[in-house]
């Protein structure tokens, strides 16, 4: 029995469980399969298309800075993790290792990338030699395993899709540059391009990457009020320089350590936009990065059928010359209220209809994903038309949910406030930190939340810390996170 | 020091040594460093951004024929290699293996994917239900890795990057009319995207696909007249599907197994490349895939320097706007001539030069790294003149790499003749082969070339084979081969 006629499972409402809405939309939606390998997903075509989207915005903003890609080795020898000791120890337990290949024992153990900051480094000590191959601005688009224990799909799994963006500077201040570009791209790509704002600022040292001397994040807020890390900048400083011996002749002909960045981002940009936007009819998917942009579907009796169906595609040809993302369902063993649910619950930002009246008129139906709202309009307009109505489309997604946002970021005092407003809402707090690890990890124990970030513009700043009620260093978002 | 001003290292002639005119260009012109891993490469920008021009060229040919992207698991358990006889002893001897993962001995050994049948085969048991499902068009771009023993760059690496088709039909015909228009895609991508001649065909059993009925494959001769299996297409049969049960109902209502394909190209293509088109001067790359199709140079003395380089500018701006790949060398402190040196041994197709008398008279100079020719032109039609000189190098490149395939080529009737061609030349041999394992065996004991395929269009049909005198049941190109 085709998929496209199973009996149409119902939706678990956000409400109830939001973790089985996800599940259910995902499947339902067929963006992914689970593999019959622990943690690891099979991205189907409208899932990966979603990928190929952020995928070719963020490469050509990578290369308009200046970047280029390149590609390393997936196998990574055991005595690279040995040299960076954070490194090791933030990675260690999570690394595969191929152990036997070509039917022999290997003498040493080759680790499959977990991220590529060692190998990388390694060649970089190569290829960089003076000032003049500085700064050396290069990312690489791969798949990278991270043996997890729990994992979700997009979200979380043992093997997953991302970029890694690895430079090389003469000194901090160009490599912190660097950084903040990176995340700035991030945060302009996430709220204008995926719709979902974010709230961009400093990782705390007790969540930064590990070899970082800083890491920088942009956090996003998902319907159930957690968390999904979006994207990390990190700088680097020196670590990888010294661990790989990467040194440059500076301009005064003197040998340099390299100060170094990277930043990434992953395919659980997938499954955050999913939840950041989808409600209980199903996926809601912001225009740009929507795999189908518009579905076209002529109603009507049997009579005037082929007529409409012939406009239809005359139609279609126009708004798919204009480079919009559309088709076409003209099937005809399938009730119109059958696609009408099918496309929403699949999130297609627009649904078109023509009928045998619409052609009259020279009508067209245009309605929109997220509001429901009927538009009727004339046919010499319709490309037009459909593009004004997905920017508008993308505006009202982004304003949704930055009130969502705005609305589930609350500022408190103290720990015990944030746990009162946890047992019946969800959502992030805002409040002092003294900046101690113990007083981080008490909101982690009695709350379950996690530092998202210290953010760089905090709507208000906290002069005590939520714990001790010491003076504090800083303002931090706390959240629960995916 | 800074890569462009090392001393320029030689590169060995062809005529001397293939082999070390291969690395010294490859290394030399920066397009890729070996790794730490053994038989694992670096493909460093220039390199990687052929292989994303080959990409981006082939997705929309897939994707124009309905086939659409997914991405499935790199590990794939140690059982699944076990359900396709021919496909395990075929694949076994080059798998590597996880073991250990997270700190524990796995259950189950994971291999990393050669090639995803078993993988891919698996869930298309779960997603295939009915000839509603079919045809189902998937392609994959992923890393994979084979343990090879003796490895070259681009062309034979541990690890390296490919796109695997995977499609399953109702029936044999609808299968074969698949595995026929992906080969032919290959074929022309080839020819008219590479500028590299190819020789479409069949392989002979012996060197078919390790679980295939039929694989068809294009063959390139290199300019050491050994060739390249530039492409592979599968009809796999039902073989997979028997294996792993895919099972569909048709439009009678009853189960039947589907009927499968695969294809594939891999990163060996930037090789073969480099290998078809290369002189002692160093790369010659065809303009469609060239990273850099144009690079412009100011010349002349100080004084007229800054004009010059300010018309360069606009010039550029305006080829750029043009969709052009072109750069811009203006530094200083290279003289004209190191850089016409670099840029040929770069292999890009088009220098432009413009010197004070250029301007004076309102014109600019091409340069065809392929003929050498020098070609003055108006500035006024500059864009239009460098577009049609990119499609005559296109075509004189293909033109003789076509020469050469055919003076290369010859027909012999006995294997001794060919023995005695190779003896003093280098080059594929056409000859009647009665069918029989122990002549193919024979020919590649004794002239070291294998059968490279059995050619749709043969300029000559064999009546005999060239080992045993029997009547020939093929006409069968044989060669070396990389």
């Known amino acids: 029995m085709s998929k496209d006629k199973q009996f149409v499972r119902e939706i678990t409402p956000q409400g109830e469980d939001f973790s089985q809405w996800y599940i259910d939309v995902i499947k339902k939606a067929d963006l992914m399969s689970y593999s019959p390998v622990r943690g690891c997903m099979v991205f189907k075509p409208d899932g990966y298309e979603i990928w190929?989207?952020?995928?070719?915005?963020?490469?050509?903003?990578?290369?308009?800075?200046?970047?280029?890609?390149?590609y390393f080795p997936l196998f990574i020898p055991e005595s690279f993790f040995q040299k960076e000791k954070e490194h090791v120890e933030?990675?260690?337990?999570?690394?595969p290792w191929v152990t036997e290949a070509g039917g022999e024992k290997l003498e040493e153990r080759l680790a499959i990338r977990p991220t590529s900051e060692t190998m990388i480094g390694h060649m970089y000590a190569e290829w960089i030699?003076?000032?003049?191959?500085?700064?050396?601005?290069?990312?690489?688009?791969?798949?990278?395993?991270?043996?997890?224990?729990?994992?979700?799909?997009?979200?979380?799994?043992?093997?997953?899709?991302?970029?890694?963006?690895?430079?090389?500077?003469?000194?901090?201040?160009?490599?912190?540059?660097?950084?903040?570009q990176m995340l700035e791209i991030y945060r302009d790509f996430a709220e204008n391009f995926l719709a979902m704002p974010v709230i961009i600022g400093q990782k705390t040292p007790s969540e930064k990457f590990a070899g970082a001397v800083d890491t920088f994040s942009i956090e996003a807020m998902m319907k159930d009020g957690k968390a999904v890390q979006a994207g990390t900048s990190h700088y680097l400083g020196t670590n990888f320089a010294v661990a790989f011996d990467i040194k440059y002749l500076n301009r005064e002909n003197q040998h340099q350590f390299v100060h170094t960045t990277s930043w990434g981002v992953s395919t659980r940009l997938i499954g955050a936009t999913i939840?950041?936007?989808?409600?209980?009819?199903?996926?809601?998917?912001?225009?740009?990065?929507?795999?189908?942009?518009?579905?076209?579907?002529?109603?009507?009796?049997?009579?005037?059928?082929?007529?409409?169906?012939?406009?239809?595609d005359e139609l279609f040809a126009e708004l798919k010359q204009a480079g919009v993302r559309v088709r076409v369902d003209d099937r005809a063993d399938l009730s119109p209220g059958w696609k009408f649910n099918e496309y929403e619950m699949r999130?297609?930002?627009?649904?078109?209809?023509?009928?045998?009246?619409?052609?009259?008129?020279?009508?067209?139906?245009?309605?929109s994903r997220?509001?429901?709202?009927?538009?009727?309009?004339?046919?010499?307009?319709?490309?037009?038309?459909?593009?004004q109505l997905l920017e508008e489309i993308h505006q009202e997604m982004f304003n949704r949910a930055k009130q969502h946002l705005e609305e589930h970021l609350i500022t408190v005092d103290t720990l015990d406030e944030f746990k009162q407003y946890l047992e019946t809402n969800r959502g992030f707090a805002l409040a002092g930190w003294c900046g101690s690890e113990a007083c981080e990890a008490q909101v982690k124990e009695e709350a379950g939340a996690t530092s998202r970030n210290i953010p760089f513009s905090p709507r208000e700043s906290k002069e005590t810390c939520l714990v001790c009620g010491d003076k504090a260093k800083h303002t931090v978002v706390f959240g629960k996170s995916y």
Chains 1, 2 share one sequence.
């Open 52 to 70: 190929e989207n952020i995928q070719r915005e963020l490469d050509k903003r990578f290369k308009e800075t200046g970047h280029r890609n390149a």
């Open 90 to 95: 933030g990675f260690n337990p999570e690394l």
């Open 129 to 180: 030699n003076s000032y003049r191959d500085l700064p050396l601005l290069i990312n690489q688009w791969a798949n990278v395993v991270r043996w997890e224990k729990r994992t979700l799909p997009f979200l979380r799994t043992t093997e997953f899709l991302w970029q890694e963006g690895h430079t090389a500077h003469e000194d901090e201040e160009d490599a912190r540059r660097e950084t903040m």
């Open 275 to 312: 939840m950041a936007h989808g409600d209980d009819r199903g996926l809601a998917l912001p225009p740009k990065v929507a795999p189908t942009q518009v579905i076209m579907i002529p109603i009507g009796p049997p009579k005037t059928r082929e007529q409409v169906v012939a406009r239809t």
């Open 347 to 367: 999130g297609v930002p627009i649904r078109v209809e023509l009928g045998p009246r619409d052609m009259e008129n020279g009508q067209i139906v245009l309605v």
């Open 370 to 387: 997220i509001t429901g709202e009927k538009k009727i309009v004339q046919q010499v307009n319709f490309v037009q038309e459909v593009q």
